[in-house]
């Protein structure tokens, strides 16, 4: 089966410095990885994803990197701000099913001023 | 609608109480997934539907847990005779086509 686990379970960063999360999985087969964003009391919110045919992909301020040699995911946030305090969940779609996600127990991201 | 809507957002059951949980998904989303997330952790998947059809429910913890969508739209997740383990929040997701998973709020069921 997959199984995905992160490698910090709290990350402190300075107001406007760079944020990486790191995020491993165990199936090589998997297809589709999402990362969310988790605030206290709210459901997982959506932030960027990628596919298994791809290494990097970009949003705003986010970069997603995905290594599958070594079955390994980031997500980088440049120039973090107080708001993007949360926990992070990466989220794994293995290939052959119907898209059910499997999410990591979670980064706890705290940002100080 | 616009998001995920689920009722109750809060719901404290005495033990061996049974609840009902309910997820509006956005309309038209054919995809509904059930999640539990204890605290501290990730969610853990429970049960899927695909439209009407209940097509994955390998992740219900018991028979106690029961979820149904008969038309295709709105859900219940269904907890008979609740125990304090079945403490956690429940969040539902629904989805279009396989991606753009949106999430609700979830319902934070307390058993005491």
């Known amino acids: 089966g997959e199984s995905v686990g992160l490698h910090l379970p709290t990350l402190s960063v300075q107001e406007g410095d760079n944020s990486i999360i790191n995020c491993a999985y165990s199936?090589?087969?998997?297809?589709?990885f999402i990362w969310y964003k988790q605030e206290s009391g709210k459901g997982p919110q959506f932030i960027i994803d990628?596919?298994?045919?791809?290494d990097k992909r970009q949003g705003q301020r986010v970069t997603v990197l995905l290594n599958k040699t070594v079955k390994h995911l980031s997500l980088q946030i440049a120039a973090t701000q107080p708001g993007d305090s949360a926990v992070y969940f990466c989220?794994?779609?293995?290939?052959?099913?119907?898209?059910?996600?499997?999410f990591g127990a979670g980064t706890r991201l705290a940002v100080h001023p | 609608g616009a998001g995920v809507s689920q009722s109750p957002r809060y719901k404290v059951a005495k033990r061996g109480q049974d609840v009902a949980l309910r997820c509006d998904p956005i309309s038209g989303h054919v995809s509904l997934f059930w999640y539990q997330q204890a605290l501290g952790q990730g969610p853990e998947f429970l049960t899927y539907?695909?439209?009407?059809?209940?097509?994955?429910k390998s992740g219900l913890p018991s028979d106690r847990f029961f979820a149904e969508r008969p038309e295709g739209s709105v859900s219940t997740l269904k907890i008979q005779r609740t125990q304090q383990e079945d403490s956690a929040v429940y969040l539902c997701?629904?989805?279009?086509?396989?991606?753009?998973?949106?999430f609700g709020s979830g319902t934070r069921l307390t058993v005491v």
């Open positions: 539907f695909q439209n009407e059809a209940q097509l994955d």
């Open positions: 199936n090589s087969a998997s297809d589709y």
């Open positions: 990628i596919r298994s045919n791809m």
């Open positions: 989220a794994v779609v293995p290939s052959g099913g119907y898209n059910k996600l499997i």
């Open positions: 997701a629904s989805s279009l086509a396989g991606t753009g998973y949106t």
